[in-house]
């Protein structure tokens, strides 16, 4: 008599979650990557619901390992670095002159608190059926980018035009998710299919004139061609390059506002106006003024419309000493922790680190809701591949009919 590996109906809890998983998977990276490209608000709805039913799943799973998953990411140093960094953001609420950035704050950490623990109880093993979805979205993505840009002609409103517009935020958002489905697909052999990806990001990004998505993806290229074959010296090595540029930022502005005190050269400009800012504040660049200081005193005047819209900037100039430090940590930590995964896949984790970096220095990375949603998407993306069941073959079948066969991915 014929018997099967695996009854569903034997265990119903488990086979929910499965589905759960399935569905949450698809939600983030299939349909949440294409559908803010013509509805813009829907990122800040489908990951949230998303993340809800990763959680679910978890619940729902009988897996003891997830629980572990999650007192190991909580143990780990760039999600204490993170802490860090958002403590101190919630006690500069106290100096900021502005009242919005208190809900803005309230928005953002509830955001990356769900994408924290939707990370940390994923299954500690990914099943390829599951992980083939990241690929397959950016790809979607990537079609869906081209034909709206192409063919629709999108018109752009006045918050487009001041802010980043649909377009460029769904570059963007390809440019760091490119990365791990790339190191899906080259762990597995598919190294054409994952140059292909690459290509086509390219090319989309360039059509859809995402602001420092192509910087960001020569970036990465370059980070990844430097790691490829070794991996755990490249990630040192960008750590401390990452964390000295965050930590001396302010000295290059303000050798840069002595160089030229009036105006500088269209490449120089902002980081000029930064120098100009530091020369103002003193010593109050070292407390900072306050989370959301940026971003209100440009919308309300106080600041010129040409401030720097980088994540580097922001930083410093609404955390001071204290926030820029946490972000060097967090940095640098996140380029070690990845460094250290499988040697076919650290180099694709540290080329989206690299080009995350890329648009942190050049902008328009702040601490918008937008952005620290496509960086919890990246997380999230970054720890699913990690976790990946890697195979080149299918496992071979068992002689006999009466042997369970091995539950493949």
């Known amino acids: 008599m014929i018997t099967f590996s695996r009854h569903p109906s034997d265990d119903p809890s488990e086979e929910a979650a499965r589905l759960l998983l399935r ?151 390809l440019a760091l998710l490119v990365w791990p489905a790339m190191g899906a697909l080259a762990v597995r052999g598919r190294w054409l299919w994952a140059a292909a990806l690459f290509a086509a990001t390219l090319a989309a990004c360039a ?88 971003t209100w005193g440009v919308l309300g005047g106080y600041l010129p419309a040409a401030t720097p819209r980088s994540l580097v900037f922001q930083i410093w100039f609404d955390l001071g000493v204290v926030g820029a430090a946490a972000l060097a940590l967090v940095l640098g930590r996140a380029s070690l922790e990845v460094g250290a995964a499988r040697p076919a896949l650290a180099p694709f984790l540290l080329g989206g680190l690299g080009a995350a970096f890329v648009i942190c220095l050049l902008g328009p990375a702040a601490e918008q809701l937008w952005w620290l949603t496509l960086a919890g998407l990246d997380a999230i993306a970054f720890a699913l591949v990690m976790r990946g069941q890697f195979r080149k073959r299918r496992p071979v079948l068992p002689t006999g009919f009466g042997a369970p066969a091995e539950d493949a991915a």
């Open 207 to 294: 059509v859809a004139n995402a602001p420092n998505a192509l910087p960001a993806l020569l970036g990465g290229a370059l980070v990844f061609a430097v790691a490829f074959g070794r991996p755990v010296p490249l990630s040192m090595a960008l750590a401390a390059t990452m964390a000295m540029t965050v930590l001396l930022a302010p000295l290059a502005a303000l050798a840069a506002h002595l160089i030229w005190p009036v105006e500088g050269p269209d490449f120089f400009k902002y980081l000029v106006l930064w120098g100009h800012v530091i020369a103002n504040d003193g010593l109050r660049t070292l407390l900072g003024h306050g989370f959301g200081a940026a």
């Open 23 to 173: 569905l949450g998977v698809f939600m983030l990276f299939v349909i949440a990557l294409s559908a803010p490209i013509l509805a813009r608000q829907t990122v800040y709805i489908l990951l949230p619901v998303g993340a809800a039913l990763l959680l679910a799943s978890a619940l729902l799973s009988g897996d003891g390992g997830t629980g572990g998953s999650l007192r190991a990411l909580l143990r780990s140093p760039p999600v204490w670095a993170a802490l860090l960094l958002g403590i101190w953001t919630g006690v500069s609420l106290m100096w900021t002159p502005f009242e919005g950035p208190g809900e803005r704050f309230a928005k953002s950490a509830a955001t990356l608190a769900l994408v924290a623990a939707a990370a940390g109880l994923m299954p500690p093993r990914t099943k390829t059926s599951n992980l083939n979805l990241l690929p397959i979205g950016v790809g979607v993505a990537v079609v869906a980018l081209v034909a709206v840009t192409r063919f629709l002609a999108p018109k752009y409103t006045v918050e487009d035009v001041l802010d980043v517009g649909p377009l460029g935020r769904a570059g963007l958002g």
